[in-house]
Each structure stands twice: as structure tokens, then as C-alpha cells.
């Protein structure tokens, strides 16, 4: 994110220009008191740490050999701060503030009363969602502090895993992780607000004092993952929905004068000038105007009138999650303060919500009170930044759906059941040939919907790019459940979902999940399932990118389960294709499949087969007689060969490679409980399945991957 005008500045604030180095420091200040201000659980050492890391910064500036990475190199002195700080207070995780709603001048006209109930829910989620952040663990909040700032668009994510001197790719598992985590704990948290609790609950929290104790949390969740009434009350808006709601943090006006000064004098010490105590006095003046005067977000106006007229004020130091946006690091000073005006309409701001139930009106307004009737109405007005909730029931849809408009990177647009709910859309009625659903766009989450009776594809990504698809159960089509198509199509991740039952009246190319003709890298499928199709459970044909398949399960394909006269489907599990690309499949399981578990036929294709376990297939466990793959401590049993692979494979580890293999040290044979409903976190099921009683690191471990 550092712009050229950045690296200047940098680099002339190296050469003793006194002006660049004030004007730079004005500029990334905020910065670096929003990631001080989440990663931090006291609020009171704050702007001291925030005080430290621009010293140092001001002292260590002509150690910086790179000016292209100075707000990486800054935010890596910011988070050595907080961890000098916390580990001297040695009380990691004490508190969090709660969230401060708006204080602004309502509009005395504004009838206020139809809205309050959503105000007071979204409200109560927010104070929820901070209160989850408590459990995190130290390193934990540091990262979720780092990527509050990617989500609402002041650092990318080259930068975020430049701060911790890690991959890009890391730095997404860590972040997928440490969202697991937070989700978990609100559900952890509700689950023990739920009046009369649970009585397993109630007896794993036998002697808590009710505070974050991370020792605590793990026995607590242990309780909850496995309960489905606690786990029930895990239904809640995804994190990056709080993330951009909650925005940025201010920089304190009470003390940041104080604070500035103390940064300018040293700068003044190492320039020898005082340009430097004029920007930031500059800055601390436009921070310090009411945020009213210099905030514009969607949800200003009604959270405003709501926190004025209905809630009660909240303690002085409660202002932490008021979003006042960080001005861009673009080097020059910051603006002069505007003054304030008093909302005219506070319904004027546009929404950030929209709705659609089956009992809607299109003609409506969209809201939770009037919903729109049909997902086209909300696909046509939807923004970025936006989420379209789907109440629940079933949505008989008749006619396609077609998503163009792009979310961006720190805004996405989310397509999302609405929490306690779950959707279906129908589209039996839906006539033609087209698929029903085309995302041709990018930046969208969608997730925790079911879609079924699609007479053709039911979902299509079509050259879309940076997609999460999470949650989702696409069952009974008359095509592939999940088809990514197209040039463009990449980084996108497909999680957590089921693809089953599909079929085509022919009995021959439905499949579970597939990537066809197109390119595109970083496309992961992770934790899925591909079970009861016609044809193949997850294919890949003409797709000349690497797409990477972990921890993801596939069974039962190939079978005739639809009372047709004849089945041509492959059934394989897995089916990599005939092209060149290399792909990689790690931690899997393929079983019972009317053909091959794993298979691919590409000459020259060096696929990465890891960990995965194949069983009871039809066909062979892995049967790749064409392709040069690597193969690394992968389980085959039960099949009709174990392997068949090129002469002088590279293999090792794998089962056909030891002795002591057989059935037998399967501890668990009867697939159901691996085939079993997910839980309430859309996890895989909890299963022994296919575990065994041998080496630990043969075979996929059968365990929710996150």
C-alpha cells in the first residue's frame, strides 16, 4: 500500500529533510494508534505505546534500508511495543473497552420508532463481538489488530505479513485461525448467556469466576463444539461484518497533543528544527474535532439517534470503536478541521442491510421491517460494503441470477443467512439452460444458504476472483453444484460446504464441486464435502492453474441413486484431470466411489498428493499410471488396487510402501458418523473414521480443518 509518494517522503526524511520527516509522521500516526488501540486490552497504556513506537521510529528511521516497506517496518516496532508492554503488566487479555455508539444531534422530526429494535440488536451484537475479542490470545489480538486495518483498507495484506515477518499465504492461514477463534468464543459466550443453560454446560463451568481465562475457554468450547443446543447459539454475523461496521479507531484527543509534542521534541532533536511540531499539532487539532464533524459512514445517522434518544450514555472512556477513518498515507498534512452540522435526516445515509424474505415485497424498502421479495431485487441495488441478508424459509426463485457488481478488497459485499436461519433457494421454477447463479464478480462472501432443484448448474463463478463461498449445502441440481469457470478466476475459497445429490438427466457430468475450462491461481477448497453425485465428487478439466484441495472429504459418487435406466458418471472422488497443471491435495479421504478415490491422467502433471486416505473404492485408492506426481505418506485399504502409479513413482511414507497395513487397524469402519450433519459452526463432523492405530502422520486425519 506504500505509494510512490510515500517512499519518497521516506527517503527524504532519511536525508535530513525536516518537513518530510513531520509531514510523515502526521500522516501514519493514526495508523499506528488503531493497531496500538486493538492489539492492546488497557486502554490506559495506549498512547503511551503509541508515544514509543514513534520515538523509535524517529530514532531508528536512517536504519531503514527499504523506504517501499516503512509502514511494515513501522508496524513491527508497534507490535514489539504492545508485547513489551503486556508482558510487563504480565495481564495479558485483562479487559476490553466496550463499543461507544455515536453522539450526535438528532433530527427531533426523525420517528425513530419502527428501526429501534434492529438498532438495539446490531448494537448488542457489536458489544458481543468485543467482548469475544477478550479471549483471544495475546498473539491472536495482535494479529486481529493488524487485520482490522486490511479489512477497513489502510494495509494490505503484503504488509500485514510483512509485520510478521511471514508468507502471504501464512499469513491467510493465520488469519482464517484466528477468525475460527473469535467465532468460537462468541458462541462460547452466548452459549453461557443462555437462560436456563445448558447442564453440561453449567458442569464444565463448575468454578469459573466468569473472566477470559484462556484455560477456561478451552474447556468451555471442548463443551460447545460437541453440544448442538450450545452450539445453536453460535448463529451471528460473519467477522468482517462487525470489522467495517465497528471502523477505526480515533486518535485520544484528550492527550494527544501531549503525546505529539513529546514525538515532535525528539524529532526536533534529531533535525534540529520545528516543522515537525507544526504537523503534528496540525494532526492532533484535526483529530481532536468532534467525530461528527469528520465522520461519514452509512451508519452514523441511525446508530446516532438511536444512542442519543433510547440507550443510556455509556462510560466517558467508552470511545474506542468510534470510526473515524485514518487519513491515507499520502504524505502532505492533514486537512483543517470542518465544523459540524446537525444531521438533517438521519435515514438519509444509505443502508448498510438489505433483506429478502419469502413473504417479501419487491416494491418494498428492503429492510428488516419491509423486505424485498426476490435475491434479483437485492442483487441489482446492492453497493460495496453491503450485506444482503436471506431470512429463513424457502425462496422459489424463477429466473437466473446474475452478480456483476464487484465488493473491493476492504468493502465486500456478503450474501449471508440471516443468524437463527437457514435459506433455501429454489429454482425448479427457473427455466432455460443457463445456470441459475453467476457470480461474475469480485469480493463476495456467500455463505450459510442452501440451493436446490436447479434444472441446470445451480452456481457458477465465472472469471470472479477473491470469492469466499462458506457454509453452503447445493443438493438435488440438475448440474455441478459448484462450477469455477473462466480467465481471472483466483483467489478464491470455497469452505466448509456440502455438494451433494446432483445429477444430470443423461446420468453422466453432474458433479459435486468442479473447475473447468479457465485459469486463475490461489483457489483453495478446504473442509468440504462431495458425496451422491452422478459423476465425479470434485473434478478439475481444463483448468491451467494449481487449485489446492485440503482437508476435504469425498464419497459415494458414481451410483445410481435416481431410478435411471442407465449411470455413465466416473464416480472418481477426486479427479485432477488429463492437463499439465500440477495440483495439491492434502489431508482428504475418498471412500466408497464407484470408481477411482484419487486420479489424474496428466502426462506431466507433478501433483502433490499428502496425507490422504482412500478406502473401499471401487476403483483404485490412487491411479495416476500417467503423471509424475509426489506421493507422501497417503492410505490406501479395501480398494480394488491400492495404487497404480508411473514406473519409479515418488513416493513415500505411503501405506503400500510399509508393512503392517491392513483393515484391521482401522479403529472405526461404519462411515455414519463422518456422513453424519455438520454442527452449528459448519464444521466437519467429529468422526473416527478411517483413524487407525498405526503411524499418526499416514493418512488424512479425519479431523475439522481450519
Known amino acids: 500500500m506504500e505509494t510512490t509518494a510515500d517512499v519518497e517522503l521516506v527517503t527524504a526524511a532519511q536525508r535530513g529533510d525536516r518537513q518530510a520527516l513531520a509531514d510523515l509522521l502526521a500522516a501514519h500516526l493514526p495508523l499506528v494508534h488503531n493497531v496500538v488501540g486493538r492489539a492492546l486490552p488497557e486502554r490506559s497504556d495506549v498512547d503511551d505505546v503509541v508515544q514509543e513506537t514513534m520515538l523509535r521510529a524517529v530514532e531508528r528511521l536512517s536504519d531503514l534500508r527499504d523506504p517501499a516497506r516503512f509502514r511494515s517496518w513501522l508496524l513491527t516496532i508497534a507490535i514489539r511495543q504492545v508485547k513489551d508492554r503486556m508482558r510487563a503488566r504480565r495481564q495479558a487479555l485483562s479487559r476490553q473497552t466496550p463499543l461507544t455508539e455515536y453522539t450526535e444531534t438528532p433530527d427531533p422530526d426523525t420517528d425513530i420508532a419502527p428501526h429501534a ?43 500485514v505479513a510483512d509485520t510478521l515477518a511471514i508468507s502471504i499465504a501464512h499469513a491467510g492461514v493465520r488469519i482464517q485461525r484466528m477468525k475460527a477463534q473469535l467465532m468460537l468464543a ?83 532533536a534529531a533535525t534540529g528544527t520545528a516543522p515537525l511540531f507544526d504537523a503534528v499539532r496540525r494532526l492532533a487539532e484535526h483529530l481532536s474535532v468532534k467525530p461528527a464533524a469528520v465522520v461519514a459512514t452509512p451508519v452514523v445517522g441511525a446508530v446516532a439517534v438511536l444512542a442519543v434518544t433510547l440507550l443510556p450514555p455509556l462510560a466517558e472512556d467508552d470511545g474506542l470503536a468510534q470510526p473515524l477513518p485514518v487519513p491515507p498515507a499520502t504524505g502532505g498534512a492533514t486537512s483543517p478541521a470542518v465544523t459540524a452540522r446537525p444531521s438533517a435526516s438521519p435515514s438519509a445515509a444509505p443502508p448498510t442491510e438489505i433483506f429478502v424474505a419469502a413473504d417479501g415485497d419487491d416494491r418494498a424498502a428492503g429492510t428488516r421491517a419491509q423486505p424485498y421479495a426476490s435475491l434479483n431485487k437485492a442483487v441489482s441495488v446492492v453497493r460495496p460494503g453491503q450485506t444482503i441478508f436471506l431470512r429463513g424459509g424457502v425462496h422459489r426463485a424463477t ?21 437463527g436461519e437457514r435459506p433455501t433457494l429454489d429454482a425448479s421454477r427457473v427455466a432455460g439452460n443457463e445456470p441459475y447463479l453467476i457470480l461474475g464478480a469480485d469480493h463476495w462472501t456467500i455463505e450459510g444458504i442452501d440451493i436446490v432443484k436447479a434444472p441446470r448448474d445451480p452456481l457458477v463463478c465465472q472469471s470472479c476472483s ?17 462450477v469455477l469457470r473462466g480467465a481471472g478466476t483466483s483467489d478464491n475459497q470455497i469452505l466448509d460446504s456440502d455438494f451433494h445429490h446432483n445429477t444430470d438427466a443423461a446420468g453422466r457430468d453432474a458433479d459435486g464441486l468442479a473447475f473447468r475450462s ?9 473442509g468440504c464435502r462431495t458425496f451422491d453425485n452422478v ?32 449411470v455413465y458418471g466416473s464416480g472418481h472422488g477426486f479427479d485432477l484431470g488429463d492437463d499439465p497443471t500440477a495440483h495439491v491435495v492434502t489431508r482428504s479421504a475418498a471412500w466408497k466411489n464407484n470408481g477411482h478415490g484419487f486420479t489424474g491422467a496428466g502426462a506431466r502433471a507433478t501433483h502433490r498428493i499428502e496425507r490422504n486416505t482412500a478406502f473401499r473404492n471401487a476403483g483404485d485408492g490412487f491411479a495416476f499410471p500417467s503423471s509424475p506426481a509426489v506421493f507422501r505418506d497417503n492410505l490406501a485399504l479395501g480398494n480394488f488396487r491400492h495404487s497404480v502409479l508411473v514406473d519409479d513413482p515418488d513416493a513415500a511414507g505411503n501405506s503400500w510402501n510399509e508393512p503392517g497395513w491392513k483393515t484391521e487397524v482401522i479403529r472405526e469402519i461404519d462411515p455414519a458418523t463422518a456422513e453424519a450433519p455438520r454442527p452449528a459452526d459448519g464444521a466437519l463432523p467429529d468422526t473416527d473414521y478411517l483413524t487407525h492405530t498405526n503411524d499418526p502422520r499416514v493418512g488424512a486425519p479425519m479431523k475439522p480443518v481450519r
Open 466 to 482: 477473491h470469492n469466499v463461498f462458506r457454509n453452503l449445502s447445493v443438493h438435488d441440481n440438475g448440474g455441478t453444484g459448484l
Open 535 to 566: 459423476d465425479d465428487g470434485l473434478a478439475i478439466d481444463g483448468f491451467a492453474d494449481p487449485v489446492t484441495i485440503d482437508g476435504t472429504w469425498s464419497f459415494g459418487n458414481g451410483i445410481n441413486r435416481w431410478d435411471l435406466p442407465e
Open 399 to 419: 429466473e437466473p441470477v446474475r452478480i456483476d457488481m464487484d465488493g473491493t478488497a476492504d468493502r465486500r459485499i456478503t450474501l449471508v443467512n440471516f443468524p
Open 117 to 159: 429494535v434492529d438498532r438495539i440488536s446490531r448494537i448488542e451484537e457489536r458489544h458481543e463481538f468485543l467482548a469475544a475479542v477478550r479471549w483471544l490470545t495475546t498473539d491472536e489480538r495482535h494479529l486481529l489488530a493488524l487485520w482490522w486495518q486490511e479489512v477497513n483498507g489502510t494495509l494490505t495484506r503484503t504488509e
Open 518 to 526: 479457465g485459469s486463475g491461481t490461489g483457489n483453495v477448497v478446504r
Open 186 to 268: 462468541r458462541t462460547v459466550l452466548r452459549a453461557c448467556r443462555l437462560r436456563p443453560r445448558c447442564a453440561g454446560l453449567a458442569e464444565a463451568a463448575r468454578g469459573w469466576d466468569g473472566g477470559p481465562d484462556p484455560r477456561w475457554f478451552r474447556k468451555l468450547a471442548r463443551h460447545v463444539r460437541h453440544c448442538p443446543t450450545c452450539g445453536a447459539a453460535g448463529t451471528h454475523l460473519p467477522v468482517e461484518h462487525h470489522v467495517v461496521a465497528i471502523g477505526l479507531l480515533p486518535a485520544s484527543a484528550a492527550h494527544l497533543p501531549e503525546l505529539l509534542g513529546t514525538a515532535a521534541a525528539a524529532g526536533k
